[in-house]
């Protein structure tokens, strides 16, 4: 059996086998790239995934806070008008004190 060239295969199994290794080689190729190109889809969704859950906590934070900040300026509110309603009684018992308990 005589040696075959590279550069040009004489012998059927070598042309076979040569072919065949393309083939495959193209397969392979064309399903790695389906792969990152899938990759990367499922990168950009994943992306969009965490985006989301990240504006939803912010969303969910935000509502907290307002939720607090309300409460303290109710209680802020509710404790001033008892002040004022405390220091309006005291101030009223001392005028009716001070005006009926002076001698005509």
Do not use: C, G
């Not at 990152?36 to 989301?52: E, G, M, P, S």
């Not at 001033?80 to 009223?92: A, D």
């Amino acid at each position: 059996m005589e040696p075959v060239s590279k550069n040009r295969p004489t012998d059927v199994p070598v042309m076979l086998t040569r072919w065949l290794l393309k083939l495959f080689k193209a397969r392979f190729l064309e399903t790695e790239k389906k792969k990152q190109q899938h990759r990367k889809r499922y990168q950009n969704v994943t992306h969009i995934a965490v985006l989301v859950e990240v504006v939803m906590v912010m969303v969910v934070v935000v509502a907290v806070v307002v939720v607090v900040v309300i409460v303290v300026v109710a209680a802020a509110v509710a404790a001033v008008v008892v002040v004022v309603v405390v220091v309006v009684v005291v101030v009223v018992v001392v005028v009716v004190v001070v005006v009926y308990a002076r001698p005509f």
